[in-house]
């Protein structure tokens, strides 16, 4: 398994009533590849854009749409992004649900194991 670390900025588009407004958005996201493709589920991802001042700027627009509507971008894209890499076809389902954590699916990937060379389990070579 190899976990991957991406990182993009994308633009969003928004009917704010008087205006369209182009909200710039900053993706951290990283997730799980085994043999080349993504493991469903092991996404982690965190997005910055400037909240505070949309909603100063344009007083229409409500705080929960605003928040799905980014949210929602924000996925779309990272779909895109694991299918146009190849490393994912058809529904994506980028995180785990509430159904696989109460059957304990999550638990059932084993630990990564700790290679060390022999003889250097934690003692310092003397040469």
């Not at 400037?50 to 929960?64: A, G, I, K, M, W």
Request: charged share 35%; aromatic share 8%; with cysteine.
């Amino acid at each position: 398994m190899l976990w991957v670390v991406d990182k993009k900025v994308i633009r969003h588009t928004i009917d704010a009533g008087t205006a369209l407004v182009e909200v710039p958005i900053r993706i951290r996201f990283e997730y799980c590849l085994r043999d080349e493709r993504f493991v469903e589920g092991t996404l982690k991802r965190d997005f910055l854009y400037n909240r505070p001042e949309l909603l100063r700027r344009f007083p229409r627009l409500q705080e929960r749409s605003l928040d799905a509507e980014i949210e929602g971008t924000v996925d779309r894209t990272i779909v895109e992004h694991l299918m146009f890499a190849g490393y994912a076809e058809g529904q994506v389902r980028l995180f785990p649900s509430e159904v696989d954590d109460a059957a304990g699916d999550a638990g059932d990937t084993p630990a990564p194991e700790i290679i060390m060379p022999h003889g250097t389990h934690g003692r310092r070579r003397e040469d």
